[in-house]
């Protein structure tokens, strides 16, 4: 199933900290960045829970124009935007997702299983810093792995919602939450096997 995928992600403020010429060379800006992600997640996490609770107010999408979802809560909630990618979901067993299955992932509201891949070409700096530092957190909890045993690596996994955007069979338009994802394994740079907890469709972001 050809999908495009949401990540929502802090909207940093530049002078937050300094970039010197060397900051890639010696590796410390993605360290940066998570140290600023594990200090702002809490905010984003709340963000997106008002947002579906119908309590949020302002969100800024991929395409910079501001969206209204509901009341005004916290100021802080201006920080978070949204960055995107084009993508495609299989099922577990490889195969390509369908909207059917998926529609029957909603219904019973059980964990699952996919592989996402997502196009390299078409995806935003914003989602690739995502996704990056997801990758970096899920490779430091499996260090753990020999010493702490299977179950509790999965159960310190960290998590995403990675909203999607597809078309049913009508050829409309629906937006929907992966929620809780946890990486299982990675397959490549852009494709990767999760456990998602379940499935909600959500109303379009308008």
Not at 78 to 85: G, L, R, V
Request: some cysteine.
């Amino acid at each position: 199933m050809e999908v495009t995928l949401y990540l929502p992600y802090y909207d940093y403020n530049d002078d937050a900290f300094d970039v010197s010429n060397n900051y890639y060379e010696d590796g410390e800006y993605i360290d940066k960045m998570s140290s600023e992600y594990n200090n702002s997640k809490d905010v984003v996490y709340n963000s997106i829970l008002n947002a579906q609770n119908g309590t949020s107010r302002l969100v800024k999408g991929c395409d910079e124009q501001t969206y209204k979802i509901g009341s005004k809560p916290i100021q802080s909630e201006d920080k978070i935007a949204f960055s995107s990618s084009k993508g495609v979901i299989y099922n577990e067993n490889g195969d390509t997702e369908t909207v059917d299955n998926l529609i029957s992932h909603f219904v019973n509201k059980k964990p699952f299983i996919e592989m996402v891949e997502f196009d390299d070409a078409t995806s935003e700096e914003e989602f690739i810093s995502e996704i990056s530092l997801w990758v970096k957190e899920h490779n430091g909890i499996n260090k753990y792995m020999d010493f702490k045993g299977d179950e509790w690596v999965l159960e310190n996994e960290p998590k995403r919602n990675i909203h999607i955007r597809f078309r049913n069979k009508a050829n409309e338009e629906l937006d929907g939450i992966l929620e809780n994802c946890k990486i299982l394994d990675i397959v490549d740079g852009q494709t990767m096997i999760i456990y998602i907890s379940k499935f909600t469709l959500v109303n379009k972001i308008e």
